[in-house]
Each structure stands twice: as C-alpha cells, then as structure tokens.
C-alpha cells in the first residue's frame, strides 16, 4: 500500500479539523526531510509529484506524533524511527516481529520501553525494547530515562 502524507495524517489522526490536519502534514513533510519518515524513492520527488510512504510509515508516523510530545530533538527522533524500522538484528529479531505484528493487528498488549541516554551529550544513545506489561518489569540502567509507548493503543484503528 502506499500512501500521500495528507493520507498518513487523516489516518493517524482521524478527529483532526481541516486546520488540524494542514498542520500535521506540515510535520510530517518536516520529518521527512529530517530522515525520521522515510517517503518511497527520493526525498525530493519533484514539483507536481506527491512522495508516497509505504503503509509500515503510516505506524513510524503513529510513533512520531507521540514522541514529539515529549519534545525529543527531531535527530533523536530520527534514529529511533530507524530503530523501529530496522528491528534489532540477531536473536531477538523473530521476537520483535512477531510482536510488532501483534501490536499492528491489536492481537497483544505490546508496549515499547525507549530507553534515552544523555541526549546533550555527543554520541548520547538510545534503545527499543518490545515488551508485553503483565508480569514482565523493565530494568534501565540508573542513568536512563524512558518513554513507554502502549503500541496497541497507538495503532489501533490505522489497519494498514
């Protein structure tokens, strides 16, 4: 599926005026010059021509909205929106799949643990973790915070 800005906006944000609506395009074209959504093909499509975003970018732009709540610099935003894109390689990959689909589907309760580093600080980190919350605590390390998202919750209704 592929998909214009103005119809990732109207998706993700439903019960938004005109005005609303004209506004969260605007964020989301300012993200994707950004690199934190990843239009398909080029950045700059040319004069006339609409980017379109694969339907996955419709779930990125879910998150996005939601963190920029929290006022995360639009770099650090970025790198997470590539950490949700990448899912993690390795062991826990199959995992992460799975439960990235589940929270798609709102087949689980999936929540993700954004563990921050120092953000000011050069080279400052952050991490993922998908998690479902009953019965299963995360631990950061003491010189984290972290910004819990309830996925489920944030994709319900988008049914890409």
Do not use: C
């Not at 998706?11 to 005026?17: G, I």
């Not at 996005?64 to 062991?91: C, D, H, K, Q, T």
Request: avoid cysteine.
């Amino acid at each position: 599926m592929e998909l214009t800005v103005r119809e990732i906006a109207k998706r993700v944000a439903p019960d938004m005026d005109a005005t609303a609506i004209n506004r969260l395009v605007r964020q989301l074209r300012h993200w994707t010059l950004a690199g934190a959504l990843k239009p398909i093909g080029p950045v700059s499509s040319g004069v006339g021509h609409h980017r379109k975003y694969s339907g996955e970018s419709l779930y990125i732009a879910a998150i996005l909205i939601e963190l920029s709540r929290y006022r995360l610099p639009v770099n650090e935003m970025a790198g997470l929106a590539l950490l949700f894109l990448i899912m993690p390689r390795g062991a826990n990959r199959p995992r992460w799949a799975t439960m990235w689909q589940q929270a798609k589907a709102g087949e689980a309760v999936i929540h993700a643990a954004i563990a921050l580093g120092d953000l000011h600080k050069k080279g400052g980190s952050a991490d993922v973790v998908l998690y479902v919350p009953e019965g299963n605590p995360i631990t950061l390390d003491k010189e984290n915070s972290a910004i819990i998202l309830n996925l489920t919750r944030l994709f319900s209704g988008l049914g890409a």
